[in-house]
Nanobody, 123 residues
Framework: VQLQASGGGSVQAGGSLSLSCATS????????LGWFRQPPEKEREFVAA????????QYADSVKGRFNISRNNDNNTAYLRMNSLKPEDTAVYYC?????????????????WGQGTLVTVSS
């Protein structure tokens, strides 16, 4: 599975951005998709994930109520809608895929990774 994240950019605090994760391969519908982010000089951290079974979702506490993850199996793409953005959301955002059904929050559980897309939120 190959993944490509896009949609990053610069936005003011309170604004919104939508990220996309386009994937290749015929089995997109059988992978849980996750979003992670890596703020400057910090570890990569879990943001959100959506399972390939019943679209079960999981969110980090820091983004609950502000971010929404979704997927479209027809066009093999996962999305992350980010609202009410804060300066602390500034990071490189990565999408990843795993066959695990229950969306994992650990980077080690994901098999495939895309390149990152930078999101910068100014105050």
């Amino acid at each position: 599975v190959q993944l490509q994240a896009s949609g990053g950019g610069s936005v003011q605090a309170g604004g919104s951005l939508s990220l996309s994760c386009a994937t290749s391969g015929r089995t997109f519908s059988m992978y849980t998709l996750g979003w992670f982010r890596q703020p400057p000089e910090k570890e990569r951290e879990f943001v959100a994930a959506i399972s390939w079974i019943n679209d079960i979702t999981q969110y980090a506490d820091s983004v609950k109520g502000r971010f929404n993850i979704s997927r479209n199996n027809d066009n093999n793409t996962a999305y992350l809608r980010m609202n009410s953005l804060k300066p602390e959301d500034t990071a490189v955002y990565y999408c990843a895929a795993t066959r695990t059904i229950v969306p994992p929050t650990s980077t080690s559980k994901y098999t495939y990774w895309g390149q990152g897309t930078l999101v910068t939120v100014s105050s």
